[in-house]
């Protein structure tokens, strides 16, 4: 109403006197999937922008009661207009917007320990005497870890894209199947695709739980899931792999057409959100496992802004799969920063790749065999590098070989040992994902998100990420099995510490890094803590954590605190937190193990502990708790500059202190 008329179209939030920020400009992006994908793809803006702030427009959103878990539509207003939306103003301090979008819409929640460990998928028709006789004893053969069974569509029967029972050919004893899966330390998830035929044994019964109200499309019978009956019939289906034994359920949402009829509410975040209550039955924290974001359709990117309950839902309830995309090179450094930048534009921890890739491109490239139906040694070995450093590590394929033993020799060496350097990283990696479900700061972070102040942190986005807020991640995207150099940018205020060879480089710098498939670029902050299993085990479940291996990187001071519990409970209260701290005074460097603070049904009573200095000197003297330790508990690497000082066993309520001058 003011006489000038202007329009303001961009707002900077800066400290008094600060030089303008950029444009309006997003960082990062979500997509729905990756479905097709060969190289880069568009992706939708969320939540940050690099001048400092972004607006929610939640108008058009119903209300939900996770209390009652049933949604409302919004008041009326008298016929009078009105708007529901949110600004963050939080100009370079990107993790306090995702800590308020956490606090507004809800974190991530923290999934089930096995999670995050090591899952094998293969679209391909195995059976239970494949697991069984042929796929397992050559995982613990090969001495490879194994958590997650994800079996695809064809063991479904009658149809074997959406039919509702276990083809009995294949798998003959549905529940002897899992309850072998189960003796053997592992979980088990179902794809499903969400319609059924009407030739299917159950859908007479689920027509008749819907009322009658399940309609044909092109040629089987589709489901309102806005419908409570409806939704009931759809989950019914269900019943006999979850009796059986299933534990999650891969929606693999393609060409069904099953949609929902709430208003305000988007199809994927509402049935995503039921997947999560369904399966919390069995497993205390449910989840989906799906794609996401359904206020984006699939291949159309036009941002349906009025329906945000996509990208601030499906966070919540879902570990996002992202699609087929192409096994190839330029997917593989797309991915590398997709990661990162989703997880930051919407607050979702917990990303899913198809860790190889879905679809090989057809092309010979180095290792590779002429008609060879798998993807060269080369590209496999570093993908598998990749997932080693992912939210969630899934292994999948199109008919294609993704496991160690279907490579050559090297390209088996470097994936047996990155996969069990996966199993080994659970301990950190959930108190990643729990310190996400309490902060909203997600476990795979954009450089910017801790440097902001640093243009290099927005320019190396695509190429680099933390993993936590102490490790840096550069995963290498380029041909070669002999050695490969990879650039890596070091963010400024410390030295960073080469994880595989102890080499430290200065922060601030750009170095040209080399790394054989042996290797890759991994880095930890002077004075940051990374605590892993210390010896190698076949799966989360049948191997407590009795040996914990904490690395230090020298430099500075830094403290890690390691959260633990049983893994299912959904009363945090029965956790415990054990705080690591590093100090370095002169010549004396001391590691400082806390007593566990908290306790848990099934916690460990012993511990032994071992600590690794990186980049320390010769040392004249090693002490345990005070007193000089044998030569035995210890050895010096003077190539990589790493002293690995074992203390004996005790109770976890003990304290500990190992140092070195």
């Not at 529901?84 to 923290?110: F, K, N």
């Not at 996401?292 to 799969?321: C, E, I």
């Not at 065999?369 to 993908?383: F, H, I, Q, V």
Request: aromatic share 12%; with cysteine.
């Amino acid at each position: 109403a003011s006489s000038c008329q202007l329009n303001l179209d961009t707002v900077a939030v800066t400290r008094p006197g600060a030089a303008l920020l950029a444009p309006h400009a997003p960082l990062g992006g979500y997509r729905r999937g990756l479905d097709g994908v060969n190289g880069s793809a568009v992706t939708t803006p969320g939540l940050l922008y690099q001048d400092g702030w972004s607006l929610l427009d939640d108008t058009s959103s119903a209300l939900y009661n996770p209390a009652t878990k049933k949604v409302a539509q919004r008041p009326g207003h008298a016929g009078k207009p009105y708007q529901d939306g949110y600004v963050l103003g939080y100009g370079h301090d990107y993790s306090r917007g995702l800590t308020d979008l956490a606090t507004l819409t809800g974190p991530s929640e923290l999934l089930p320990r096995w999670s995050y460990g090591v899952w094998y998928s293969e679209y391909y028709n195995h059976t239970a005497a494949d697991y069984e006789n042929t796929i397992l004893p050559a995982f613990r053969a090969n001495g490879t870890p194994l958590d997650v069974l994800v079996t695809d569509t064809d063991f479904k029967s009658p149809s074997t894209w959406d039919g509702w029972e276990m083809n009995p050919s294949e798998f003959p004893d549905p529940k002897a199947f899992f309850d072998w899966s189960a003796a053997q330390g592992l979980h088990n998830a179902l794809n499903i695709h969400p319609s059924i035929g009407s030739d299917d044994p159950q859908f007479a019964q689920a027509q008749a739980t819907a009322g009658g109200g399940l309609t044909l499309n092109s040629g089987d019978y589709v489901f309102d899931w806005g419908n409570p009956a409806q939704l009931k019939a759809y989950l019914g289906l269900h019943n006999g792999f979850q009796q059986a034994g299933a534990d999650i359920y891969w929606l693999d949402w393609c060409c069904d057409q099953s949609s929902s009829s709430l208003a305000g509410v988007t199809p994927d975040a509402w049935i995503n959100q039921q997947y999560a209550d369904y399966t919390a039955a069995n497993l205390g924290r449910g989840f989906a496992f799906s794609r996401a974001y359904g206020s984006l359709q699939a291949g159309g990117y036009s941002g349906q802004q009025g329906l945000p309950t996509g990208p601030w839902a499906d966070k919540r309830t879902t570990v996002h799969f992202t699609g087929d995309t192409t096994s190839d090179w330029a997917t593989l450094k797309f991915e590398v920063g997709y990661t990162p930048g989703e997880s930051a534009s919407t607050g979702l921890s917990a990303v899913s790749h198809d860790i190889g890739g879905f679809n090989n491109d057809g092309t010979q490239t180095t290792g590779a065999e002429p008609g060879s139906t798998k993807e060269a040694d080369d590209l496999y070995a570093r993908w598998v590098q990749f997932g080693t450093f992912q939210p969630i590590d899934r292994l999948h394929g199109n008919h294609s070989d993704r496991l160690p033993w279907q490579y050559g020799t090297a390209a088996q060496a470097s994936a047996e040992k990155f996969l069990n350097l996966r199993e080994n990283l659970v301990p950190y990696t959930y108190t990643l994902a729990q310190q996400a479900s309490r902060t909203g700061i997600p476990v795979v972070r954009p450089l910017y998100l801790q440097y902001p102040d640093q243009q290099d942190a927005y320019a190396q986005d695509g190429s680099e990420y933390l993993y936590g807020p102490d490790v840096l991640v550069a995963p290498v995207t380029t041909p070669g099995t002999g050695t490969v150099s990879t650039s890596v940018w070091f963010p400024p205020g410390s030295s960073w510490t080469d994880y595989f060879t102890g080499q430290t480089y200065s922060g601030g710098t750009t170095a040209s890094v080399s790394t054989d498939l042996g290797t890759m670029p991994v880095f930890i902050k002077s004075g940051g803590i990374l605590a892993t299993r210390t010896d190698d085990v076949t799966n989360d479940e049948q191997n407590p954590l009795a040996k914990v291996t904490v690395t230090v990187a020298g430099g500075a001071c830094g403290s890690f605190g390691l959260y633990e519990d049983n893994g299912t409970t959904t009363n945090l209260k029965q956790s415990s937190v054990t705080r690591i701290s590093y100090s370095q005074n002169g010549a004396a460097h001391t590691a400082r193990i806390a007593a566990a603070a908290g306790s848990f049904r099934g916690q460990v009573s012993q511990r032994r502990w071992t600590v690794k200095f990186l980049g320390a000197s010769a040392p004249t003297a090693v002490i345990i708790n005070g007193r000089a330790a044998p030569a035995s508990a210890w050895s010096w690497d003077a190539g990589s500059h790493t002293l690995t000082v074992t203390a004996p066993a005790q109770p976890v309520h003990q304290p500990l202190t190992v140092g070195y001058r």
